[in-house]
């Protein structure tokens, strides 16, 4: 069993929703150092508030695709495990599709060449549940065929495909997770990239309606942003976990329409609805078999999805 507390860690996306969880997490497990690389594509500074009360929290403004640049933040710093948390929202896919892919694949093949030329140790690569496409059965284990319906998706399969290929191959010390929906403070509320809960809390505060895409059938299966945290980090500290693919979900599937009523209920709020069109593309239903998470990581979420919509709902209120 590998340890976190003690170690220098190098987190991409950092400043991002899950990434700022992360080495929140990090830091209170007792990480000796943690630095994130973020562009600020859609990080913020206000999701680093409490990560920069710590002496041993290092923040670069720069590009985890850019080779030499984090070859010299590695040296720098003295990086032994890396978290890739970077990436671009999957509603990118819809206006840049081609970026939207690649950042997902530039950004794991530098990770891959710099563990290649052992610049650091250890790789825990973060996919998504995005990657296996609609359930073909549910709950999807690992096994699920990988069939993604947007550039995104797409840029995160082939990136797993091209992670798992350098571990077989020259025996890397990797791992990677694949978290199904994340939920939770400092989800991107604003603009094109949002998501759904922040979008629709801040629809229903500023006077306006929740807006359904398509029927509002469509499922999918929603886990507490700290307990994927804990996840990621049990992925690293629990060896067996190197070489696999491991689901961190819920096991249990929410319709869109659920999920609307009940931010509706919390919010008092009783008007109409918008709805649009379904989505080109959108998966229908997505729900994990969380099996080999229990078995090999020994996790299982904590926070269940009351509990975590009124945690979500009580900060995006506050
Ligand atoms: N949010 C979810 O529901 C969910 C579900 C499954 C998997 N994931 C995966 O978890 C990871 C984190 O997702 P998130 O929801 O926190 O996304 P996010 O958009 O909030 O965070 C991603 C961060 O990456 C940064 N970034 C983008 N391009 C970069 C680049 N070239 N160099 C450096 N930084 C860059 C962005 O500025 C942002 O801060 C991603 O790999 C995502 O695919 C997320």
Redesign the pocket.
């Known amino acids: 069993m590998a340890d976190i507390k003690g170690k220098n860690v190098l987190v991409?996306?950092?400043?991002?929703?899950?990434?700022s969880h992360l080495c929140d997490g990090l830091l209170a497990k007792g990480a000796s150092k943690v630095v994130c690389?973020?562009?600020?594509?859609?990080?913020?500074m206000e999701n680093l508030e409490e990560a920069l009360t710590h002496d041993n929290f290092v923040l670069y403004r720069?590009?985890?695709?850019n080779f030499g640049v984090l070859q010299a933040i590695m040296e720098k710093e003295e990086i032994e495990v890396v978290f890739?948390?970077?990436?671009?929202?999957l509603n990118y896919s819809f206006f840049n599709p081609f970026d939207a892919y690649m950042?997902?694949v530039?950004?794991a093949n530098t990770l891959l060449e710099l563990l290649k030329v052992g610049a650091y140790k250890t790789l825990i690569h973060?996919?998504?549940?995005?990657a296996y496409g609609t359930a073909q059965y549910s709950p999807m284990d690992e096994n699920h065929p990988t069939d993604p319906t947007t550039p995104y998706a797409a840029g995160?399969a082939a990136a797993d495909l091209m992670v798992h290929s350098f571990y077989k191959v020259l025996g890397l010390d990797i791992s990677i997770v694949?978290?199904?929906?994340?939920?939770g403070p400092r989800?991107?509320a604003q603009g094109s990239?949002a998501?759904i809960i922040p979008a629709t809390a801040r629809r229903i505060k500023e006077g306006g309606m929740p807006m359904v895409e398509g029927d509002g059938e469509q499922t999918r299966d929603f886990i507490y942003v700290e307990d994927t945290v804990r996840g990621l980090i049990l992925a690293y500290e629990k060896e067996e976990s190197r070489g696999k693919i491991i689901n961190l979900g819920s096991g249990k599937d929410i319709s869109i329409n659920s999920l609307l009523q009940g931010i509706c209920d919390y919010m008092h709020y009783d008007g109409e609805w918008e709805h649009r069109p379904a989505r080109t593309s959108d998966v229908r239903n997505l729900c994990a078999d969380s099996k080999r998470a229990k078995e090999l990581l020994g996790f299982e979420p904590e926070i269940d999805f009351t509990q975590g919509i009124k945690k979500t709902l009580d900060w995006y209120m506050g």
């Open positions: 991409t996306g950092g400043a991002g929703f899950i990434g690389v973020d562009n600020f594509f859609l990080g913020k720069d590009d985890a695709r890739n948390m970077a990436t671009i929202a950042v997902n530039e950004i973060t996919s998504s549940s995005e995160k694949r978290p199904f929906n994340n939920y989800q991107n990239l998501a």
